[in-house]
């Protein structure tokens, strides 16, 4: 803990902090607040609601599988502050894009044909934003910490990114949307001023030629970064989980609509509790491995996650019927339910162990490659990444069509915890035999 309160009072790790918390926090209340609103205010269809939910994810991700190449090439061979306050003087524009489509909305004006374009260009956009900024925040790490130093900065920048979901799916959840259209356009000027104290981060390496072919840059660097055994097994273990986080969040209003016959602001709870727990493991995690970057209890933790699901899934499944659409409880009326409680929990249990299981493998990615290539090392995680969760929505899209319940998605994700412990205890194997003589 004494590494994490010294780095967090440093100007070479602070400013980065405060700078993607902020874009973290401005992406969550905007995606959120547009989510809510539609799947409260516009659909009555759980299968619609779910569509949209997945529709939303599949946009905001796809910049990531797109253009993670050209951004991991442009941070290992630019200068990353610079990039950083180009790309936070963007959010500006995209935030002032988004705030129009939900001032809109809120005044009912052209919904279809106006509003929600707007805003789901503006999260396109927003996706964008997050792919340029994305390798940066994690491959700049090594270059401003010390070598211990570098899982702690990991576990903060993950804490501090979930903490900063947790805080923009509160709001969401609370304000109205007039009032979220003026808060993200503040937060993204807010957030360019912090990044703008990033201090300099020049290139590692000796400058190359940028290859602007999205497609073929794409592949190459996939293909060069999972020629080493750890990293391409971290990068699959980290995929299995945004594909199911992806398939969870996708599911979380449309499940507290239509089974909890629970309002938006039950939904934003639920999103709030997955964030502090990640949050959570991400710092136990730290504690447990006392900043040695390995991946000793990943399979373990995702095990967890898997069984943990299974119970929130189980307590869904005989959660009582409440009344029609027009009776959605309320937070108060949702937290004295009797299985309230147990829901919770697991839910918490699952997002503990999802922290445990990914920070490690973040670590992963930025200290066992050349500091030269630790950006585009990132990229390449971006964009299985994003595969993977792009994969989550389709999923998603094609189990609500061929009208399986929420609780039946559910079990389909816990099962796919299994492929991911086994990935990680490949990884944990070839982490051990790296280190024989």
Request: glycine share 8%; aromatic share 10%.
């Amino acid at each position: 803990m004494t590494t994490t309160s010294q780095l967090i009072r440093t100007r070479r790790f602070l400013p980065l902090f405060v700078t993607q918390l902020l874009g973290a926090f401005n992406d969550n209340l905007f995606k959120n607040a547009m989510v809510l609103f539609v799947v409260y205010g516009v659909y009555n269809s759980e299968s619609a609601e779910a569509r949209f939910s997945a529709l939303a994810s599949g946009i905001f991700v796809i910049p990531f599988f797109l253009l993670s190449a050209l951004a991991g090439q442009m941070a290992d061979m630019r200068d990353k502050s610079r990039i950083i306050r180009i790309v936070k003087f963007c959010e500006i524009i995209i935030m002032v894009v988004g705030g129009a489509g939900l001032a809109l909305a809120w005044q009912g004006i052209a919904l279809h044909t106006a509003a929600i374009p707007l805003m789901l260009l503006a999260l396109f956009a927003m996706g964008v934003h997050s792919t340029f900024f994305g390798p940066i925040k994690y491959a700049i790490l090594p270059q401003h910490l010390r070598d211990e130093e570098v899982l702690s900065g990991t576990g903060l920048v993950e804490a501090g990114t979930y903490i900063a979901v947790l805080a923009g799916t509160i709001v969401a959840g609370w304000i109205s949307v007039d009032t979220a259209a003026i808060l993200v356009v503040v937060i993204a000027v807010i957030g360019y001023f912090a990044g703008r104290k990033v201090p300099p981060a020049p290139p590692q390496g000796k400058p190359e030629p940028i290859d602007y072919h999205v497609v073929r840059s794409s592949i190459n660097l996939v293909r060069t970064t999972m020629q080493d055994r750890r990293v391409y097994l971290a990068i699959c273990s980290i995929s299995f989980f945004w594909a199911i986080g992806t398939v969870l969040f996708i599911q979380f209003p449309p499940l507290a609509k239509n089974m909890l016959h629970a309002s938006k602001e039950v939904a934003s709870l639920f999103l709030v509790i997955f964030s502090v727990g990640v949050a959570g493991g991400s710092v136990a995690i730290n504690a447990l491995l006392k900043g040695t970057v390995s991946a000793r209890w990943s399979p373990l933790s995702v095990i967890g996650m898997g069984l943990f699901l299974l119970a929130f899934q189980e307590v869904c499944a005989i959660w009582p019927p409440h009344g029609g659409p027009e009776a959605l409880m309320n937070v108060g009326t949702f937290v004295v339910q009797p299985l309230a409680i147990p829901l919770l929990l697991t839910l918490l249990g699952i997002a503990v162990c999802g922290g445990m299981f990914v920070v490690p493998l973040y670590a992963f990615l930025t200290t066992f490659v050349d500091k030269s290539q630790t950006a585009r090392t990132i990229a390449a995680n971006n964009i299985v990444n994003s595969g993977a969760m792009v994969g989550g929505a389709i999923a998603t899209g094609v189990m609500s069509l061929l009208g399986l319940a929420v609780v039946t998605q559910l079990m389909v994700v816990a099962l796919c915890c299994v492929a991911s412990a086994w990935l990680g205890h490949l990884l944990y194997r070839a982490e051990r035999a790296a280190k024989r003589p």
